[in-house]
């Protein structure tokens, strides 16, 4: 099995046997929506130019333009797209601060050790190491929106389609998720060969081998019930997080099968009553946020028939008041110092020691217990707050919500290949590159001034990485992305009765 980077470090986890990356979720990745055109020329049916459209950037094609309506819930698109750049920029601010050791610093709260910088200030600090607090995101809205059918046929009592609707959904999931993964580790991991390109990670002699070793790795890691092994794919640490969306997907699917027969009240205890037992009883954090994602969606579908618990309405006259107090908890939260997972380096944190009392016992790496509680409050409040939820409504977070996974998908092989070389070329490198790219060692050396996280020399190599990273988002998002829930949801029509299957 291919080695960690040599200069890769994983954080703890939650709910694994072993420790692995941060993410990126990995999140939704819910169905194309159906009022947006596909990105892909193949869903929309071929052109003359179907192959350069296939190619050429959001930005100079006509099918880029936003949806001039919003619709109810674009709010979320918005948030997971944002969610999924804030990992694109904490892995490459850690990733290029390894090499001065500041990368410590971005982790640690402001003041930690007499350190003093504006990137490490409560909530500015999760704009630049937030991954964390973007994959708790990520998996609320995954169970807000997973949610959102099969409790609107719940609260109608269309218990029959509730049944075809599940039963879709769950026979689709794992293509869904799966198929894109397949496609990117495969083309990254084919690359290294065919073009001779050199990573901070183990490599195999030949491309049989490797072919092999990614196989053996893939279908291990693709099993989510596996009591053993390691929790990540060497070939994309990044991914940790979709068997976890995997593993929460079967968990609301399982709940909302479980509690459709029951009565309003009931089903919303029994909800808050799973959020408990997967915070407070086991170490199960990642399961508590998609069920707070099906509180919410509950709640809001309630709302809207007006049929919401009376307890709730009667708070109606401060509800903007809570939901900013909420808005403004929920970043704090979110920018939880975590640099090693041990509590009492949190209780040395300025502003963090009372609040370190508050993790369960069942809780294994603290931070996934405030984040829960961070990523619950955000989500749950940005739609009563019309400027924020208007922020997450402006067409460049639709647009990151539209490549969102495979945005997340991309980013790590474009850091670990392109990314490393510029970061090295430009004066961020470390022993390991003068043995393995020697020629990229500060070959453009640039200056390292500026607040820290934004520095001259560590923002202009963006100039190309972020174009780059897109206009790859883009073509996976046409390639296997978009295709990918066309796939799926043509091989289930295929198994149904009356098919020639």
């Known amino acids: 099995m291919p080695s960690l980077p040599r200069s890769y470090t994983l954080p703890t986890s939650f709910n694994m046997p072993s420790k692995k990356d941060s993410i990126l979720d990995a999140g939704n990745w819910d169905e194309i929506k159906q ?97 964390h607090f973007a994959v708790s995101i990520f998996f609320v809205v995954s169970g807000y929106v997973l949610s959102a059918k099969p409790l609107s046929l719940i609260q109608s009592a269309e218990h029959s389609k509730l049944g075809d609707n599940l039963s879709s959904a769950l026979f689709r999931r794992w293509l869904r998720l799966y198929i894109p993964v397949i496609a990117t580790t495969f083309l990254y991991m084919t690359s290294w060969h065919l073009f001779g390109l050199w990573t901070d990670s183990e490599h195999k002699g030949t491309y049989g081998e490797e072919v092999w070793n990614w196989y053996a790795e893939f279908k291990n890691f693709s099993f989510i019930f596996t009591g053993g092994g390691e929790p990540w794919l060497s070939y994309n640490f990044h991914v940790w997080s979709i068997p976890a969306e995997f593993r929460g997907s079967i968990v609301i699917f399982t709940a909302l099968l479980s ?17 408990f037992y997967f915070m407070y009883i086991v170490d199960g954090a990642f399961c508590a946020m998609f069920c707070a994602g099906m509180l919410i969606c509950d709640l809001d579908l309630l709302a809207d028939r007006n049929k919401i618990p009376e307890m709730f309405t009667r708070f109606e006259q401060f509800k903007e008041l809570i939901f900013v107090n909420l808005f403004v ?93 510029l970061y090295a070329a430009t004066g961020w490198f470390r022993d390991v590159h003068q043995g393995g790219i020697p020629n990229w060692v500060n070959a453009l050396p640039m200056s390292k001034a500026g ?50 299957l």
């Open 329 to 421: 908890v929920g970043i704090y939260l979110g920018g939880i110092p975590n640099h090693d997972g041990k509590l009492d380096e949190l209780k040395k944190e300025k502003g963090w020691y009372y609040l370190s009392f508050l993790k369960p016992q069942a809780v294994f790496d603290y931070k996934w217990f405030y984040l829960f509680f961070a990523a619950t409050f955000i989500v749950g409040s940005i739609s009563r707050i019309p400027l924020i939820k208007s922020f997450f409504e402006m067409r460049f977070n639709q647009y990151l919500g539209r490549i969102s996974f495979s945005l997340y998908l991309v980013h790590g092989p474009v850091l670990w290949t392109l990314g490393d070389r």
């Open 259 to 275: 509690f459709s027969r029951a009565t309003r009240n009931a089903r919303l205890w029994c909800e808050a009553g799973l959020i």
């Open 35 to 131: 009022d947006v055109p596909p990105l892909s020329p193949i869903r929309r049916g071929r052109s003359k130019t179907w192959f350069l459209d296939i190619f050429r950037p959001l930005c100079m094609s006509k099918t880029g333009d936003p949806v001039k309506k919003a619709r109810r819930t674009a709010y979320l698109d918005g948030l997971r797209g944002f969610a999924a750049f804030m990992v694109y920029w904490h892995h490459h601010q850690l990733w290029a601060h390894q090499t001065n050791k500041t990368d410590e610093v971005l982790q640690h709260g402001f003041g930690y050790n007499n350190e003093h910088h504006f990137a490490s200030i409560s909530g500015i600090r999760t704009l630049f190491s937030g991954g």
């Open 451 to 500: 607040p820290l996280g934004m520095e001259v020399g560590f923002l202009v190599p963006h100039l190309i990485l972020l174009p780059v990273t897109f206009w790859l988002a883009e073509l996976v998002t046409k390639l296997f992305d978009e295709p990918s829930v066309t796939f799926s949801q043509w091989l289930y029509g295929r198994t149904l009765r009356g098919s020639k």
